[in-house]
């Protein structure tokens, strides 16, 4: 079953990501993104790192899908990479989600990653991210996620403040329940 997670700047998404591929056999769809390059990124497996005109192109030619713009770039999923395995995850925004949601190629169980503020903060200090850059996320993210419960069509939401084994543990009980009512 293909994974899909939302959530705020700093929650643990994509600590989740790796946990999930490293140990449970997921694939993670790596995005396409103009942003800039963070110190402790690589190409091809953080981020699939291009110029805006690259960007344009791929738009273009049909093959970029949740194109969004967010804190100050481009971000996109090439089709095509969604469609090479059945056990993917894929980081989204909103907006993406919704797009996903349309798309009658992907099936998907949708997560949203729940931390407190004071969590993310450290968590984005740890990654490198600057003072003024984590108050403008949050204050973005505050925006957007502000009613999550009745704005947002998710699965499931999951606390990521403790330890990410028990969010793991938590995230595949989820799948397994999802699996077992669809069976029904």
Same mark, same amino acid.
């Given at each position: 079953?293909?994974? @899909? #997670?939302? +959530?705020?700047? =700093?929650? +643990?998404? &994509?600590?989740?990501?790796?946990?999930?591929?490293?140990?449970?056999?997921?694939?993670?769809?790596?995005? %396409? &993104? %103009?942003?800039?390059?963070?110190?402790?990124?690589?190409?091809?497996?953080?981020?699939?790192? /291009?110029?805006?005109?690259?960007?344009?192109?791929?738009?273009?030619? =049909?093959?970029? /899908?949740?194109?969004? #713009?967010?804190?100050? =770039?481009?971000? =996109?999923?090439?089709?095509?990479?969604?469609?090479?395995?059945?056990?993917?995850?894929?980081? @989204?925004? /909103?907006?993406?989600?919704?797009?996903?949601?349309?798309?009658?190629?992907?099936?998907?169980?949708?997560?949203?990653?729940?931390? !407190?503020?004071?969590?993310?903060?450290?968590?984005?200090?740890?990654?490198?991210? %600057?003072?003024?850059?984590?108050?403008?996320?949050?204050?973005?993210?505050?925006?957007?996620?502000?009613?999550?419960?009745?704005?947002? !069509? @998710?699965? #499931?939401? @999951?606390?990521?403040?403790?330890?990410?084994?028990?969010?793991?543990?938590?995230?595949?009980?989820?799948?397994?329940?999802?699996?077992?009512?669809?069976?029904?």
């Amino acid at each position: 079953m293909n994974l @899909v #997670f939302i +959530g705020k700047s =700093g929650s +643990g998404k &994509t600590e989740i990501c790796k946990e999930l591929v490293d140990f449970w056999g997921y694939n993670k769809i790596i995005s %396409t &993104t %103009t942003r800039e390059q963070r110190n402790n990124e690589t190409d091809c497996l953080d981020y699939n790192f /291009v110029s805006l005109e690259e960007f344009e192109n791929l738009v273009n030619e =049909g093959l970029i /899908v949740c194109k969004t #713009f967010y804190a100050g =770039g481009y971000y =996109g999923i090439n089709k095509n990479d969604m469609l090479k395995n059945k056990r993917n995850i894929i980081i @989204v925004d /909103v907006n993406g989600l919704e797009e996903l949601s349309e798309l009658d190629i992907f099936d998907f169980i949708s997560f949203y990653v729940d931390c !407190d503020d004071m969590v993310r903060y450290s968590r984005q200090l740890d990654r490198g991210d %600057t003072e003024e850059y984590i108050l403008e996320k949050q204050k973005s993210d505050e925006e957007i996620f502000t009613n999550i419960d009745e704005d947002f !069509d @998710v699965d #499931f939401v @999951v606390d990521n403040n403790g330890n990410i084994d028990e969010t793991i543990h938590d995230i595949l009980t989820r799948i397994v329940d999802y699996i077992e009512k669809e069976e029904i």
